[in-house]
């Protein structure tokens, strides 16, 4: 019925590996990507993620080239913008519109490449951890990294009930459909509006039920959580250290690489 | 006789003021299994939430074992741990993101030791037949997965009795079927099943004891021939009639039947028409009917007798026995309804194999002799219980 990400972490290839050690490739290479003042290491960072996730954990390629699509869409719009807005270096490109210059100089258009390659590496970086560790595995390192017990719980109900109102926003918006809610603007505005009120209510009877849920059975406070995912190879770890590693040597050697 | 729960002229009133119970009183007793039946808004669900203290009675009062409820925080807690209920929509009962925090819920509020949690939960999955789904989360299992989590959850907490809200809504009749035989495998462990249900079929079948309910009262309470022997009533109760009983009736009418008690199933109703055909039933040879504990016999040797004798049908009751023969390769024939089955097909000559483990074994066995006595058929029943081979049940031969 629908095309959720948390499905496809639950089928990847490296659900089995340590999940600490998934999120310290994503989150270090993440930080490598900002912390990074040329485009190079960003961009070695996002093509080598990309082919962990696509080759080694083994998620679709074509579903994970649409997924890339959306963040970079807004990257290259916004570095459009930021290479117009900055001055300084020599001039690139002008044109002339109603009279107002524009122009890109070399200072712009540098940025605006920084700018693409850290969101592009940063969300590759990204896409790595949320396809191929799931939920409850970060929520069990959270807990165990001192995140206090109710916040653990609480997004721990919250996420599980996220599915349940998919559901039912889908089968609400099927519901309006066919009584052709969508037909105009004005329609599927309204349709839209009444769709958020009624999952409004439904979320707040939902949580009724929860707590006779919880009642009849026993609740004390507790929450359990899984134990923590499987432990980490040391052949894996070796390979993330050193994988880090080599991304920062890149970082340092290429420092003040210009590319433009 | 014991009682374990008790209504003594219980009423209830929702905050409008509507009335959805008025003055019931019952008395259930323990290790049955109790179907109430009614139409929508006959006040079953408000019954049951009472059972556990969910809801507080308006007015009267509700026994557990001849004690009254008390409503304070501790006493409830430890009734709802001895009263399991598993709701209608499993969605509002499985909250934890995944299927063992959900099992755990229980044993782990109750404070019982990391150890003892995880040896409950294992053995609540085992029974429902979902070993290895424990770290799955609920919206990627099926409506009848997740009614088996919702029970292994309330498993895991031992109790006594189970209060199940419709469990048969929303499932396939496969599924269905499934989760019917789980409960009377539960009632053979001694535990008392109540479900309400508005399927006439299922109640008169499963359950030992139905209760009719309508607009917040009982209208009638019996074994499942008495309630729906009276067509008046159920018409009254906006129910049908069972399909057996409302083809026994119009057997009846049209004189090819004498009128007494309605048949319970298939089986008996096939028996009825066939005696008056032939004045007895099944002149020509029975099959066989094999009995196999799947805990003492192994796989291999099933297939053996699969293939050595001429067996034509193979069914297996319980989880256990579905999880072997999907382990052996056999292809089952019947899931469920699966000992009247084999009777049917005994009677039409062919062989057949009940796979099965535990307490189901012999309650198989004294099924199949409590009908061959009642019907005067003489059906072999031959038990495959030991590793040396087949040994042949004495007192039917």
Redesign the interface.
């Known amino acids: 019925m629908h095309d959720l990400l ?2 496809y972490t ?1 089928s990847n290839a490296l659900i089995n590996t340590s999940p600490r050690l998934k999120l310290l490739l994503g989150l270090g290479a993440m930080l490598i990507c900002i912390s990074s003042a040329t485009p190079i290491a960003p961009l070695f960072i996002a093509i080598t993620m990309s082919l962990i996730t696509v080759g080694i954990a083994k998620i679709p390629g074509r579903f994970y080239c649409t997924l890339l699509l959306i963040p970079l869409s807004f990257a290259l719009l916004s570095s459009g913008v930021v290479a117009f807005m900055h001055g300084g270096g020599s001039q690139l490109f002008a044109m002339n519109l109603f009279g107002f210059m524009f122009e890109i100089r070399d200072d712009g258009a540098n940025l605006a490449l920084l700018l693409i390659a850290r969101t592009f590496g940063g969300m590759c970086s990204l896409f790595f951890i949320s396809l191929t560790t ?3 595995e970060i ?1 069990s390192v959270l807990k165990s990294l001192g995140l206090p017990d109710f916040l653990v719980d609480l997004s ?2 919250m ?3 996220i ?2 109102f998919i ?1 039912q926003a889908h089968l609400i918006h099927n519901a309006q459909v066919m009584r052709l809610g969508d037909a105009g603007i004005k329609n599927t505005l309204n349709s839209h509006a009444m769709l958020s009120g009624v999952l409004f209510l439904r979320a707040w009877e ?1 949580g009724e ?2 707590i ?15 134990e923590q995912g499987a432990k980490a190879k040391p052949r894996a770890i070796f390979a993330v250290v050193g994988y880090l590693v080599v991304v920062e040597a890149i970082v340092f050697l290429t420092k003040d690489i210009q590319l433009l | 006789m014991t009682f374990i729960i008790e209504t003594r002229n219980v009423s209830y009133s929702y905050g409008d003021g509507m009335e959805a119970m008025r003055g019931v009183s019952i008395s259930l007793e323990e290790g049955r299994k109790i179907a109430l039946v009614g139409p929508n808004g006959a006040g079953k669900s408000t019954l049951m939430l009472m059972f ?1 203290g ?1 809801l507080r009675p308006t007015s009267g009062e509700v026994l557990f074992h001849g004690q009254s409820l008390r409503y304070d925080p501790a006493s ?2 430890e009734l ?2 001895k009263v ?2 598993v ?1 209608q929509n499993s ?8 299927v ?2 959900d099992v ?3 044993p ?4 019982f030791p990391e150890e003892k ?1 995880k040896r409950y939960v294992g053995y609540a999955l085992a029974y429902v037949g979902l070993c290895g789904y ?7 299992l099926s409506g009848g997965e997740k009614k088996r989590v919702a029970i292994a ?2 498993l895991a ?1 031992e109790p006594e009795v189970i209060v199940l809200d419709e469990p048969t809504s929303n499932l396939d009749p496969a599924s269905s079927e499934e989760i019917m035989d789980m409960l009377d495998e539960l009632k053979c462990g001694g535990k008392t099943i109540i479900i309400s249900t508005h399927d006439v079929e299922l109640a008169y079948r499963w359950a030992d004891e139905v209760i009719l309910m309508e607009g917040g009262r009982i209208l009638k309470r019996g074994t499942g021939q008495e309630v729906f022997g009276d067509p008046g009533l159920i018409n009254k109760a906006r129910l049908k009639l069972p399909i057996v009983v409302d083809i026994y009736r119009e057997l009846v009418s049209r004189g090819l039947l004498s009128d007494s008690n309605p048949p319970r199933n298939v089986l008996e109703l096939t028996d009825l028409v066939e005696s008056r055909n032939r004045g007895t039933i099944s002149r020509g040879t029975t099959g066989k009917i094999h009995i196999a504990d799947v805990d003492k016999v192994g796989p291999d040797e099933i297939n053996s007798i699969l293939e050595g004798a001429h067996i034509s049908y193979a069914g297996a009751m319980g989880t256990n026995a579905k999880a072997l023969a999907e382990r052996a390769g056999i292809i089952l024939d019947f899931t469920y309804g699966v000992i009247d089955k084999c009777i049917l097909k005994s009677l039409s000559g062919k062989d057949s194999l009940i796979m099965t483990s535990g307490g189901m074994v012999d309650r198989s066995v004294k099924r199949i002799q409590t009908y061959c006595e009642e019907s005067g058929a003489k059906i072999e029943v031959v038990k495959l219980s030991s590793l040396e081979g087949p040994d042949v049940n004495p007192d039917r031969r």
């Open positions: 948390d499905d639950h799931p939920m409850m929520f721990m109900l996420y599980r009930y599915f349940v559901d939902q039920r929860l006779v849920a919880m009642d009849a059975r026993c609740y004390d406070g507790k929450l359990v959580l899984m | 556990n969910i409830l807690r709802r741990r399991g209920m709701f969605d509002d009962q499985i909250f934890a993101p995944t063992y925090q755990a819920f229980g782990v509020n109750l404070g949690v424990e770290r799955r989360p609920p919206h990627h959850g309330i907490m």
